[in-house]
């Protein structure tokens, strides 16, 4: 119990100073002056070096391997953290807090040069930085004792435990099967859908009430959490009481930030609802990245996109915005909404085609690690997939490859996002079987549908490695099966297939 009192003390710490670090880092992504991110993203790096040196002390090392020894004799939750904690010191042992620190800079810079050069569509401005990202994750790899032979499956087990690239070449050569010629169905049966009302201009003001009303709904606590804007929409726990979301207005697309809003809503209820007794053992940050996408995308797809949930909004987006959605029917929307349009953006992206955007940052990620890609042939490389899966081209840069900001701290993270639906869909089906979900969104009761969550995706989600946790919550292995039946069976109804 001396060694487990010692542990969560150092671990208060060093949380503290992360609990820093990550308000400097959201500072860094929505407020600070372009000619400010070095020098804020220096003090970034060194007050998350201040915690890395905590957690990777002498004496917080011994402390946890002593705990090790002891598993069976400590509480769940005590266990799980020792379990944790004890392969992450496995995998990082080798990495010194000056060399840490050293990562955290080429991350910081990548950062900086990335906003540069996503502003000037010019990829050759970063590529120097993404050159160094990839050096960077192979000493990392090198310096992991228990690195497994597939250079690209360390960099997944980091945000995906126990996920492989083969794996992912299974579900993901599935998807192409299924997917690829449902979407020549789709595009020849020339089903006519109202745009015209998508572009019309809309205030910030407007956008700002919106957001509020669209969190208000799916049960964000303004108490705990707050908003604001940034380039690229993102969701921060910042403390334990204190999440943050972001979105990106534009002028002439109301319904960028609406799912904006939905999707980064979804990151923020699961942290929202970690128990009292995770955030006491500092388990709150172990949700897997494909746990946390599955949420997300579940309340932006599934829920922000259906009939009912259109249905249940309406008469407010009426309200908020006269104009621009003037004689604009609850249909109309919802087929705009669900429009399948191959697209440049990821984030722009429809339901339909979105695992494409993933699937084709995959096989770059994969191909780069592999050898089999050179930094500066990205973009030409990034054009090609696009016109293979999705018949469409980038004319620049910053519509292809400099579009998403997580290269400037490396690999491995964009496939949770498509694990996210593999996942979503199974428990969406299961949850189908014990709760009315569609009369709980036609009707407002969110609360339904969010109290179901907790108990069953959200409450054990942090102790539980995906696998299990999914197997917990439907009995089943992972499956894409009920992804793509899902997608077949919407897209086949709404486009009359």
């Not at 060694?3 to 407020?31: C, P, Q, R, V």
């Not at 060399?99 to 991350?107: A, M, R, V």
């Not at 794996?167 to 998807?175: Q, V």
Request: aromatic share 12%; hydrophobic share 35%; net charge negative.
């Amino acid at each position: 119990m001396d060694n487990l009192k010692l542990l969560l003390g150092k671990l208060k710490e060093a949380e503290e100073y992360e609990h820093a670090s990550k308000i400097i880092e959201f500072d860094m992504e929505t407020k600070t002056p372009t000619k400010g991110l070095k020098a804020q993203g220096e003090l970034q790096s060194l007050l998350a070096n201040k915690a890395y040196e905590i957690t990777h002390s002498k004496e917080f090392v011994d402390c946890v391997v002593a705990l090790h020894k002891e598993l069976d004799s400590l509480e769940t939750e005590a266990k799980v953290l020792v379990s944790k904690l004890y392969k992450d010191i496995e995998r990082n042992k080798n990495i010194s807090p000056e060399l840490n620190l050293e990562f955290s800079n080429i991350e910081n810079e990548a950062f900086a040069n990335w906003v540069e050069a996503k502003k000037d569509a010019d990829f050759t401005k970063f590529a120097p930085s993404l050159a160094k990202i990839k050096d960077m994750e192979f000493k990392k790899i090198a310096l992991n004792e228990s690195a497994v032979d597939v250079a690209y499956d360390n960099l997944l087990d980091i945000y995906e435990p126990g996920m492989t690239s083969a794996k992912l070449d299974e579900l993901f050569g599935e998807c192409k099967e299924s997917l690829i010629p449902l979407l020549e169905k789709i595009k020849a049966a020339k089903k006519p859908i109202r745009t015209d009302f998508a572009s019309r201009k809309v205030k910030d003001y407007q956008q700002e009430e919106f957001m509020k009303f669209l969190l208000e709904t799916l049960g964000f606590d303004f108490n705990r959490g707050t908003y604001a804007l940034s380039e690229h929409p993102f969701t921060e726990l910042v403390g334990r009481n204190d999440e943050r979301v972001t979105t990106h207005f534009y002028e002439d697309n109301l319904f960028s930030s609406m799912y904006s809003v939905i999707h980064e809503c979804g990151h923020a209820l699961f942290d929202l609802s970690t128990p009292d007794k995770d955030w006491d053992y500092y388990l709150f940050d172990y949700k897997s990245m494909g746990q946390h996408e599955s949420v997300s995308r579940f309340y932006e797809n599934i829920i922000g996109r259906s009939e009912n949930f259109i249905a249940a909004i309406y008469d407010r987006m009426q309200d908020i915005f006269p104009e621009a959605l003037k004689g604009v029917s609850k249909t109309e929307i919802f087929d705009y909404v669900n429009q399948v349009q191959p697209s440049l953006v990821r984030t722009e992206a429809d339901e339909f085609t979105y695992t494409f955007h993933i699937i084709i940052r995959y096989e770059i990620e994969k191909e780069i690690m592999e050898g089999k890609l050179d930094i500066a042939d990205v973009p030409k490389a990034w054009a090609k997939k696009y016109k293979s899966y999705l018949g469409v081209t980038p004319t620049n840069d910053t519509l292809g490859c400099l579009q998403d900001v997580h290269w400037t701290s490396g690999f491995g993270y964009f496939p949770t996002y498509a694990l996210g639906n593999f996942y979503n869909s199974m428990y969406y089906n299961k949850m189908k079987e014990e709760i009315d979900v569609a009369d709980a969104i036609r009707t407002g009761h969110m609360d339904t549908i969010n109290k179901w969550m907790f108990e069953n995706v959200w409450k054990d989600a942090d102790k539980l490695d995906s696998s299990d946790w999914i197997k917990q919550i439907t009995t089943r292995e992972l499956t894409s099966k009920d992804f793509l039946e899902y997608i077949e069976n919407k897209y086949g109804m709404l486009y009359g297939l």
